[in-house]
């Protein structure tokens, strides 16, 4: 489901940290009485964060930015086209992308819990799971929009697009200016986490410097 929304204040950065402190606590809770494993906790996260996301979604926007074709049969069924790159898995077996337009922005929520996709996207971050914002990006976006540094044009649309445990979305957002030259390992490495979120915009060329992997995943969007 999507939501249209054209003018809207939203604060997160303080809700977050009582958030973390309860997950952390529970986390204790749980390797206190021998339900968990920290140790594999751990690796489990770790491997969402630097080996499977952000980096599996960025693939796939890069591969829509240089195959119109691809492009298509993403749009039309997510879920196919993403696997058909080995990216699939739980959290992420029923997918949609969304395509940012000149005309139209998109923003990926879930207000009734945390839904997310984590083989393409990694771990969620905090904020996506906070109140806050879960709330704030339906009533509020463009200023939810603006806390992120990403100060949208009145004119543009934005569409908020509600995740269940059925559906799952990412964004496409609008490949860079001046990036005709790259190649598709290169584009990737422009695309943020937050760009397929809808809460920032890729990376501009040039903008990661020599010798750069990957870009930092920041709490806040990174934009362009």
């Excluded at 968990?36 to 964060?49: K, R, S």
């Excluded at 337009?101 to 207000?111: F, Q, W």
């Excluded at 559906?167 to 490949?175: F, H």
């Amino acid at each position: 489901m999507s939501h249209d929304h054209h003018d809207h204040h939203h604060h997160h950065d303080n809700e977050l940290d009582p958030f973390a402190a309860r997950v952390k606590a529970l986390e204790t809770i749980l390797a206190e009485k021998g339900l968990i494993d920290p140790a594999a906790v751990d690796a489990i996260v770790e491997t969402y964060e630097t080996r499977v996301g952000p980096r599996n979604g960025a693939r796939v926007v890069a591969k829509a930015w240089t195959d119109a074709d691809f492009a298509d049969w993403l749009q039309r069924d997510a879920t196919s086209a993403i696997a058909s790159l080995g990216f699939t898995g739980r959290q992420g077996e029923h997918m949609q992308a969304v395509f940012n337009t000149e005309d139209t922005h998109n923003l990926i929520v879930c207000t009734l819990c945390s839904c997310y996709p984590w083989t393409v996207l990694g771990v969620p971050p905090v904020w996506y799971k906070a109140p806050p914002y879960r709330s704030q990006a339906v009533i509020n976006p463009r200023g939810v929009l603006a806390e992120f540094g990403l100060v949208l044009a009145e004119e543009t649309r934005i569409r908020v697009w509600d995740s269940t445990a059925e559906l799952r979305y990412m964004v496409v957002p609008m490949r860079p200016v001046d990036t005709e030259g790259l190649s598709e390992d290169e584009l990737a490495r422009l695309v943020t986490r937050d760009s397929m979120i809808g809460t920032g915009l890729p990376l501009r060329p040039g903008s990661l410097g020599p010798g750069a992997l990957w870009p930092a995943v920041p709490d806040a969007g990174a934009t362009s």
